[in-house]
């Protein structure tokens, strides 16, 4: 799917979370190594001020409709929002958000 697309992104929240993955494996050197070789691929979507206003009006949307999904996942969506992008997840949290397409795979 990744293959087929004009331009791949991640969300610095999934960054963060793919290095504390990393930094508790017995494969760390590996794993490491293989991240560096290929993040250059990606585009880095940084947290901005926008993406804040984006996060705090999701999560009190979703909290009054009564679909609260996790923090990281609500700033993930955020960013989705901002930049107008899918998400590529099989987390089912993000179907609660109806700005965010999913995409599974």
């Given at each position: 799917?990744?293959?087929?697309?004009?331009?791949?992104?991640?969300?610095?929240?999934?960054?963060?979370?793919?290095?504390?993955?990393?930094?508790?494996?017995?494969?760390?050197a590996?794993y490491e190594e293989?991240?560096?070789?290929?993040?250059?691929?990606?585009?880095v979507?940084?947290?901005?001020?926008?993406?804040?206003?984006?996060?705090?009006?999701?999560?009190?949307?979703?909290?009054?409709?009564?679909?609260?999904?996790?923090a990281?996942?609500?700033?993930?969506?955020?960013?989705?929002?901002?930049?107008?992008?899918?998400?590529?997840?099989?987390?089912?949290?993000?179907?609660a958000?109806?700005?965010?397409?999913r995409?599974?795979?």
């Amino acid at each position: 799917m990744l293959r087929h697309q004009a331009r791949a992104c991640i969300p610095v929240i999934v960054l963060g979370e793919f290095r504390y993955g990393i930094a508790q494996s017995r494969h760390r050197a590996t794993y490491e190594e293989w991240l560096e070789s290929h993040l250059g691929q990606f585009d880095v979507l940084a947290v901005t001020q926008d993406t804040a206003i984006s996060y705090a009006m999701l999560r009190v949307a979703l909290k009054e409709r009564g679909t609260p999904i996790p923090a990281n996942n609500a700033w993930i969506a955020a960013l989705a929002m901002q930049h107008k992008l899918p998400v590529l997840s099989r987390d089912r949290h993000f179907d609660a958000v109806s700005e965010v397409r999913r995409r599974g795979w």
